[in-house]
């Protein structure tokens, strides 16, 4: 499956332009340093961490089916007859979790099939991979035949990183991103920080990986990552599996980080052989040297690492993290009395474990452990307990195995080797819409109204094992270390520790039925795209960028809070139209809490006076051909990479969005569809701006590096105040936001 010739040679170059590099660092190297400058299209000085802007080649593209359509519908648009990397496209997203597997599955080929047919399509034109529908999740997929380590990837997909696990530096982008990487391009990004998070001791008992992440998301935060890649050392990163490790390199979205990644040791080349990756496993092996960080860096982490975070496995417990947000975390052993004291129901509604964050061979197995105790002790799981595979090898493995059959006796349901309800793609049955209830998962987000589209879902995190305890409990106020179950004879009991391993004995069931490689001769394949769809629309480029669109804008929205991707284009039931931009931006900004109307999802409409949902109104500005703004809190478009939540602001007619800080995903969509992100100077300059203000942007015409950028927003009264923002485009992002966007500007390059 790997692409063997591509990687031998990079491992073949890779000692060479490491030299290079340290001739001009004149310095030891970090892991991250070595991999990125392995991968520099030119090496030339040391970029400036942060700051500079880089150009990098990447060693393969990847796509789940709900970004891939945006993605190859824009990649259409450049004349490319071919892919110019490896490339692949994964059908994970659009599997809505219903009854159980089977049915599910042909639920979604019944509903999507017209989605699936243009990505076969596209893929087989275009020279892709394609991974049919119930081949699994796109993140354990890439894990288990595409990663390696010291390659460098693009996902479009936010939890991208997994493949850290592996030691590769896999980076969430956004679809124009994968089609500039596709179409022959670099791959442009700013020249990451690195925090180093040492790892000390070993895990034991009940302590999983999944606490080691939640530890980092509970130090850093949702928003202590950016700019940065998290770099994992020390004695205490052998003693995690490669699964283990893909689960925290997994999470580290959660924090912002550009990217996660562990240095290469034997757990790495044992899973390499272990899914019939041999070959690769002995150049890791060969050139082991190079994937690592130097010697000496452990020694003095605070000279190579801009912050560093000391972990010691052994003292980890058991936790989790929750509602709302990843990094509100405390040991399980607490979760039971903050739950009373916030009125929060203990009463569990639903269990989920697997994902594309905890569905290896191990997790399952030690969950199954948990479960095995029950089943022996006569009893059941309490609640709706959800079970999902991360990939058709998985499944078949722990089905051979019996693990699976243990998760059947005590009640659980499988559902298709997809993403489901983690992404909102769950049709629940058991609550009314607007029911406040708990519900526990192995997840790896878990934002209002994620899981389900219901806002009054508190959805909590941790890992699969402690999941399935709480399950068998049907309480948030159980912990499995100290609290005992009764059996069914009426005998109490304590749950031993779960047991795994990584690997399987008899090994993986490594089937590849799911996957269809691209013909030899493409020529006559046409892009499968009905005009009559409702779900797949050909694009038309956007407008270029003229003066008078930033003069009286309106501000459509001036956000509160909590801004991120799901705020602004909702996953659940749009997923339907990510292939078609106008129907999805009805979906525009309706997750948003909008501080002049002091409620989720309404606008002021500045040409009537009225009151409306965000995307009526935005609509009625475009129809008048009004270009709006928007201003917005801190980390503005945290979370999934999907670029529909700039895209559609763009289609509406959305110029400049104005924030207190943004993540990096978003703020890089935005430049790539040519509107303009902008950063206040002053946070403060936030509460200066109305209801019915009128905002001209000074200083388009100069934009350039560094430049600053001028605001006036003239108020109803006759007042105005003026302040100043700042931005990160380049000279090239400067070229896209003239031409209108990226793929305004490549059209007009011959590559």
Not at 37 to 42: A, G, I, K, Q, R
Not at 258 to 277: E, H, K, V
Request: a negative charge; one cysteine or more; glycine letters at 8%.
């Amino acid at each position: 499956m790997s692409d063997f010739g591509v990687i031998r040679n990079f491992y073949s170059q890779m000692p060479e332009k490491i030299e290079q590099a340290r001739n001009i660092l004149n310095r030891s190297m970090t892991l991250t340093e070595k991999i990125l400058f392995s991968h520099l299209v030119e090496i030339e000085k040391e970029p400036t961490r942060t700051k500079s802007y880089v150009e990098l080649q990447p060693d393969r593209v990847a796509m789940q089916d709900a970004t891939a359509q945006m993605a190859l519908l824009q990649f259409a648009l450049t004349g490319r007859t071919k892919v110019a990397v490896p490339s692949t496209v994964h059908c994970d997203h659009l599997i809505q979790a219903r009854v159980g597997k089977e049915k599910d599955l042909e639920y979604a080929n019944e509903v999507s099939s017209e989605v699936f047919s243009f990505l076969k399509s596209a893929s087989a034109k275009y020279g892709l991979g394609f991974w049919k529908p119930g081949a699994g999740i796109i993140h354990q997929v890439v894990l288990e035949n595409y990663a390696f380590p010291g390659g460098m990837m693009i996902g479009t997909d936010s939890h991208t990183p997994n493949a850290g696990g592996l030691g590769m530096v896999a980076i969430g982008v956004g679809g124009a991103d994968a089609m500039e990487v596709m179409a022959g391009l670099p791959f442009t990004i700013r020249w990451p920080g690195v925090i180093g998070v040492h790892l000390t001791g070993e895990l034991s008992g009940w302590a999983s990986p999944k606490d080691v992440i939640l530890k980092v998301c509970e130090e850093l935060t949702v928003k202590g990552g950016t700019g940065h890649i998290v770099e994992y050392f020390g004695p205490g990163t052998s003693t995690i599996s490669s699964t283990g490790k893909g689960t925290i390199c997994n999470m580290g979205a959660e924090v912002g980080a550009t990217t996660s990644l562990f240095p290469y040791d034997n757990t790495m080349g044992d899973y390499l052989r272990a899914t019939n990756r041999s070959e690769i496993a002995d150049l890791a092996k060969d050139y082991s040297e190079h994937l690592v960080a130097d010697s000496d860096i452990e020694k003095n982490p605070e000279q190579y690492y801009d912050k560093i975070i000391e972990i010691n496995l052994s003292d980890l417990v058991p936790a989790i993290v929750g509602p709302h947000t990843p990094d509100l975390a405390r040991p399980v052993s607490d979760l039971g009395d903050e739950a009373r004291e916030k009125g929060w129901p203990t009463d569990i509604q639903a269990a989920l474990i697997g994902s594309c964050t905890n569905s290896s061979y191990e997790d399952m197995e030690r969950a199954s452990s948990i479960a095995l105790q029950a089943k022996n002790a006569g009893l059941k799981s309490k609640v709706q307990f959800m079970i999902t595979p991360g990939s058709d090898t998985i499944d078949k493995t722990i089905r051979r195995d019996g693990q699976m059959q243990i998760f059947d006796d005590i009640g659980g349901t499988v559902l298709a080797n997809a993403c489901g309800p983690c992404i909102g793609q769950w049709k629940r049955d058991d609550i009314k819409s607007g029911e406040v209830n708990s519900i526990v998962s192995s997840y790896n987000r878990n934002f209002s109204g994620r899981n389900d589209g219901n806002h009054q879902t508190l959805s909590f995190l941790t890992s699969p094992e402690i999941v399935t305890a709480m399950a068998i409990a049907g309480s948030l106020d159980f912990n499995p270390i100290t609290d005992k179950l009764v059996a069914e004879d009426g005998t109490e009991f304590l749950l031993e520790p779960p047991q795994g391993d990584e690997l399987p004995t008899n090994g993986f069931e490594f089937a590849l039925t799911g996957h269809i490689s691209p013909p030899e001769d493409s020529g006559s394949v046409d892009l499968d795209v009905s005009s009559e769809s409702r779900r797949l629309k050909l694009l038309e480029p956007f407008v270029a960028t003229n003066k008078g669109d930033f003069v009286d804008l309106p501000i459509l929205v001036k956000v509160k809070g909590k801004c991120t991707t799901d705020h602004i284009s909702p996953a659940g039931i749009w997923l339907q139209f990510r292939g078609h931009l106008d129907n999805i931006s009805d979906n525009c900004y309706i997750g948003a809490h909008n501080s002049f109307t002091e409620e989720q999802g309404t606008a002021i409409n500045q040409l009537d006076g009225n009151k409306g949902k965000i995307p009526k109104v935005a609509r009625n500005y475009y129809e008048n051909k009004q270009p709006w703004a928007v201003i917005a809190d801190v980390n503005y478009g945290e979370g999934s990479s999907r670029e529909h939540a700039a895209m559609s602001p763009r289609f509406l007619g959305c110029k400049v969005v104005i924030a207190r800080s943004m993540a990096r995903i978003a703020e890089t969509n935005l430049k790539k569809q040519g509107v303009l992100p902008l950063i206040f100077a002053d946070e403060s300059s936030w509460d200066l701006l109305r209801v019915d203000d009128r905002l001209t942007i000074k200083g388009t015409d100069e934009l350039g590096p560094n430049s600053k950028v001028r605001v006036e927003a003239k108020h109803s009264d006759g007042t105005m105040d003026t302040f100043i923002c700042n931005h990160s485009m380049d000279e090239l992002q400067v070229e896209w936001f003239k031409a209108g966007s990226a793929l305004n500007y490549l059209r007009s390059k011959k590559v």
